[in-house]
């Protein structure tokens, strides 16, 4: 079992920036490989952006391409979702998410994947 328990979500202007961080406990977190995603109202949940194993790998939504950068510390047990120049529709609640599956890197877009999520933490926009 792994829990994960978000942080740093908030009220923002937009072009404003936000750090999220997801802290696992439990097994061990290099097992892992780790994403966000976001669920807006009336709207479906989102991949965002995912990281392999070793954070080697990166991936994203093409609609966070070149404003968000997704890391992780192995060392602190913690991913992070950097947001930069956020945009009102951004506004979501957000979900850290882990998986140990081996169809991480043809499936990691896939919410189905991930075996274990966090609670959220939400994220406001203005315009």
């Known amino acids: 079992q792994v829990q994960l328990v978000e942080s740093g979500g908030g009220l923002v202007q937009a072009g404003g920036s936000l750090r999220l961080s997801c802290a696992a406990s439990?097994?061990?977190?290099?097992?892992?490989?780790m994403g966000w995603f976001r669920q807006a109202p009336d709207k479906e949940r989102e991949f965002v952006s995912a990281?392999?194993?070793?954070?080697?790998?990166?991936y994203y939504a093409d609609s966070v391409k070149g404003r968000f950068t997704i890391s992780r510390d192995n060392a602190k047990n913690t991913v992070y979702l950097q947001m930069n120049s956020l945009k009102p529709e951004d506004t979501a609640a957000y979900y850290c998410?882990?998986?140990?599956?081996?169809?991480?890197?043809?499936?990691?877009?896939?919410?189905?994947?991930?075996?274990?999520w966090g609670q959220g933490t939400q994220v406001t926009v203005s315009s």
């Open positions: 439990g097994r061990t977190f290099s097992s892992y490989a």
């Open positions: 990281i392999n194993w070793s954070g080697g790998n990166t």
């Open positions: 998410v882990a998986t140990d599956n081996s169809n991480f890197y043809w499936q990691k877009m896939s919410p189905y994947l991930y075996d274990y």
